[in-house]
């Protein structure tokens, strides 16, 4: 057992760390919920991709660096520890082309991953509906079978990125008799075809962050289906467990974050009634740093992310929130100023929501990893 | 890079949990408690066999000079199985305190050592059973003699309170000794968290109320799970720790096996109902080692503090 990393791998973190310090934006940039910040992520993702740091584990050909997993999350702590913005691109990015490396064809692949990596493409996530949330195989959008493709009605909602994205990624019904998980097809879809409507809400923040999407009949073509029609449970799956799992939240973010919160602590006189939960909230960033680095040996000696995936999930959610909440009480009274720190701890909020709730993490953890009887949710 | 057990690692931990599991720990420590080490002695010998006291003990003293992992590694499974004596004391702590020649039948399990550390350990484990007793003071080493018995919450944890003798001169390594100690008290309670933890899914997938198992219960089950995952995200800040052995990664694991430790015994408790509250079950011993674990060796805000200076 050993943390020792080889010359390649400490020269390719020096690159990294050399670039980004000569080219993250000296000014934090506006949030990507706006329409003016969307142009700038966008364009600082370009610039990432000019350089090839926009997707280091890709292969080369879409724009990547075929770096190792492990070097992968060295660039991400030096990213976040370098102050870079949050991606915009992060649904496409860490979501569907993990889908599309699994299941997608090679068409498919050339096709979307290159405008992926430079987000001259950005994604939004259409997995949830109004009757839908965490449970997606209750969703009613259907996918009926065409001439060279299929027609797409129905509604999403809490779609992240959806008001200003190109395209969208989601679970259909096409087979109308099916049932919960069976007859889903897994489609990806142009968010400017005729017979989309995109209607932006608000997040708490008040920017709009999450869109419903209402389909009417919108033609999707049959290169834009991934994996068989009525699988499409199976295909999500994969999208579920790395979103939950390594990918989404890299360590680097939340050992950044903490570094931070022990500097303010700091700054602040080390006030003596927050010390246990800043030292907790070091401890973790920590840990879960150590625990990412193990399941990379793990996944580089051929294992796959199972429900492990769920402990992931809750632990850094409830992290990121403690953290947060942690910060805005060393700030006493001005924590209620919209800042770095209160935006951040907005948007910490949503991490025990998305992607599963922290609930039905915990029935998966206990069900799947446990052991436990499988009961009413 | 290679965040993970060695195979040796993971065969030494099974053999250590086949043995151990064999032997009745339970009662040992119960007689342990009452004054009679003889059945805890017992199993410190066949241990001793296995190569676990023998473990820091450098090679030149017959010892298998392995590393901090392994101790981890070891101490982690002696926590499971909840195994009485000093072994902090003996196996992490006192192979780093002096190079000396009793370490050779420490190596082979027939010393045991009894080790105070100002201010962290105020109190000796086991000093009447132990044949070295030392106490460490500013870095130097003293003879000790042990005062009267105390009490601890733990029954099967004999402490004593030093009073000091004869100078043996400057540690060798007193700051190595105090990590080691730490590290071996941190693994004993992710350990014995596991142990809490496997036991209540066991007892939540057979113990039925309301004509149904009390684990298929979502507020059950939803307890069990922040405990699995407390758990899982500790170990590797122990192994972590155990790598580079350095002060902040000692005490972030230090405090996170305990964390994870004392909501497995609290949440073990609640599953367990009036059954884990009474003296002839089990969970008791955990729970209260448990406990007396999580001031040992550096209290929770000791080692919080430590994270932050």
């Known amino acids: 057992m050993n943390l020792d990393l080889d010359e390649r791998t400490l020269a390719f973190r020096d690159e990294a760390r050399s670039w980004l310090a000569a080219n993250v934006p000296a000014e934090p940039l506006k949030s990507f919920d706006t329409a003016e910040g969307f142009a700038q992520h966008r364009e600082w993702e370009s610039r990432l991709a000019d350089a090839r740091w926009s997707v280091v584990s890709w292969p080369r050909e879409f724009g990547g660096r075929d770096a190792s997993l492990l070097e992968w999350v060295l660039f991400e702590e030096e990213y976040y520890a370098a102050g870079a913005p949050l991606r915009v691109n992060q649904n496409g990015i860490f979501m569907l082309a993990p889908t599309l490396f699994s299941h997608g064809t090679e068409e498919q692949q050339a096709r979307i991953l290159p405008k992926m990596a430079r987000s001259a493409e950005v994604w939004a996530q259409a997995w949830s509906e109004p009757e839908a949330g965490s449970d997606i195989a209750a969703l009613r959008s259907t996918a009926t079978r065409c001439d060279g493709g299929w027609r797409v009605s129905g509604q999403k909602t809490w779609s992240s990125r959806a008001t200003f994205a190109d395209r969208a990624f989601g679970l259909f019904r096409s087979d109308p008799e099916s049932l919960r998980h069976k007859g889903l097809t897994y489609l990806m879809v142009d968010l400017r075809a005729a017979g989309v409507t995109v209607r932006p809400i608000p997040q708490l923040d008040g920017e709009p962050g999450f869109a419903e999407i209402f389909f009417d009949d919108v033609f999707v073509p049959d290169e834009d289906v991934i994996g068989t029609p009525g699988e499409g449970w199976r295909v999500a799956m994969t999208t579920a467990n790395n979103e939950r799992g390594l990918s989404l939240r890299s360590p680097g973010r939340f050992l950044a974050a903490a570094d931070r919160l022990v500097s303010l602590w700091q700054e602040a006189g080390r006030p003596a009634h927050t010390a246990d939960r800043v030292a907790d909230a070091w401890i973790g960033a920590r840990a879960y740093q150590l625990y990412t680095l193990g399941t990379v040996t793990r996944l580089a000696g051929g294992a796959e992310l199972g429900p492990e995936s769920s402990v992931n999930k809750l632990f850094w959610s409830h992290l990121d929130v403690a953290l947060h909440e942690t910060a805005l009480d060393i700030l006493g009274p001005d924590a209620e100023l919209r800042g770095a720190w209160s935006d951040g701890w907005l948007f910490s909020l949503a991490g025990p929501i998305y992607g599963g709730t922290d609930q039905i993490q915990r029935s998966i953890v206990a069900e799947r990893l446990l052991g436990l009887p499988k009961g009413a949710r | ?309």
């Open chain 2, 1 to 309: 890079m290679r965040f993970a057990l060695s195979g040796e690692q993971e065969q030494f931990s099974h053999s250590l949990n086949d043995l151990l599991s064999d032997v009745d720990t339970d009662s040992a420590n119960r007689a342990w408690a009452e004054g009679d080490p003889g059945p805890g002695l017992k199993i410190w010998r066949r241990l001793a066999e296995l190569g676990v006291t023998a473990l820091a003990v450098p090679e030149k003293y017959d010892g298998l000079g392995a590393t901090p992992v392994d101790l981890a590694v070891g101490f982690e499974r002696l926590g499971y199985h909840c195994a009485p004596g000093p072994w902090t004391d003996t196996v992490a702590a006192l192979p780093s305190l002096l190079d000396d020649e009793l370490l050779t039948s420490v190596a082979s399990g027939e010393t045991l050592a009894s080790v105070a550390y100002a201010p962290h350990v105020p109190y000796a484990l086991d000093s009447d059973v132990a044949d070295a007793r030392l106490a460490v003071e500013n870095g130097r080493l003293r003879a000790f003699t042990p005062g009267a018995l105390l009490s601890s919450v733990d029954g099967s944890r004999r402490l004593f309170p030093p009073v000091a003798g004869d100078d043996l001169g400057t540690a060798l390594d007193a700051d190595r000794a105090f990590e080691l100690g730490c590290l071996a008290t941190a693994a004993q309670l992710l350990g014995a968290g596991r142990w809490l933890l496997d036991t209540s899914v066991a007892y939540a997938a057979q113990r039925k109320q309301y004509g149904r198992e009390i684990g298929g219960y979502q507020a059950v089950k939803h307890l069990l799970a922040d405990v699995a995952t407390a758990l899982t995200l500790a170990e590797p800040l122990l192994f972590g720790a155990a790598v580079t052995l350095d002060r902040r990664d000692v005490s972030a694991a230090k405090v996170a096996c305990g964390d994870a430790a004392h909501l497995a015994a609290r949440t073990g408790l609640q599953v367990h109902g009036a059954i884990g509250y009474t003296a002839e079950h089990a969970l008791g011993l955990r729970l209260t080692r448990v406990r007396a674990l999580v001031g040992a060796w550096g209290t929770p805000r000791f080692h919080r503090e430590r994270v932050l200076s």
